[in-house]
C-alpha cells in the first residue's frame, strides 16, 4: 500500500493540475510505463479505502475504529490522485464510495481543503 501511495503522489508530482488525469489517460493509452504503474496504483489504493465502507455498509465498523482507519494521510492521494483517475478512465464510476469516505474524513488538497467532486454528467444540468 506504501508503494502504491508514493506511486500516485509521484504521479501528482510531476503531472499535479487540472490535466492529471487527462495525462495520465494519455500516457496510459500510449501504454507508458509508468501512466502503468500509476493505474495499478489508482486500483490498489481504491479498493484498499473501498475496504472501509464495505464494512461500514455491513455493519461491522464501530465509531473508534472508523476513527482509526480514516486517521490516515493517504486519503488525500486517494481524493486528489486516483478518484480523479478513476472518473476519467470511466465517468460512471462509483462516486457513491469516494462520497461515503468523504462524509468519513473531508478531503484536502494535499494540505488544504478541496472541493466536493463534480456532479455526474447525468446530474449536470
Partial sequence: MFAALRKLREWYDLHGGSKLAETWREKF??????????????????????VIIDLQDVGL????????????????????V????????????DQRRFDELRKLRPPKVLGQHA?????RPEQRP
Fill in 61 to 80: 465498523l464501530s465509531d473508534r475504529l472508523k476513527r482509526v482507519l480514516t486517521d490516515f494521510d493517504g486519503f488525500d492521494l486517494l481524493y486528489n
Fill in 115 to 119: 472541493a466536493p467532486s463534480p456532479p
Fill in 29 to 50: 493509452e500510449q501504454r507508458d510505463q509508468l501512466a502503468l504503474e500509476v493505474d495499478s496504483a489508482r486500483r490498489r489504493v481504491s479498493s484498499f479505502f473501498g
Fill in 82 to 93: 486516483a478518484e480523479p483517475l478513476e472518473r476519467e478512465l470511466n465517468p460512471k464510476y
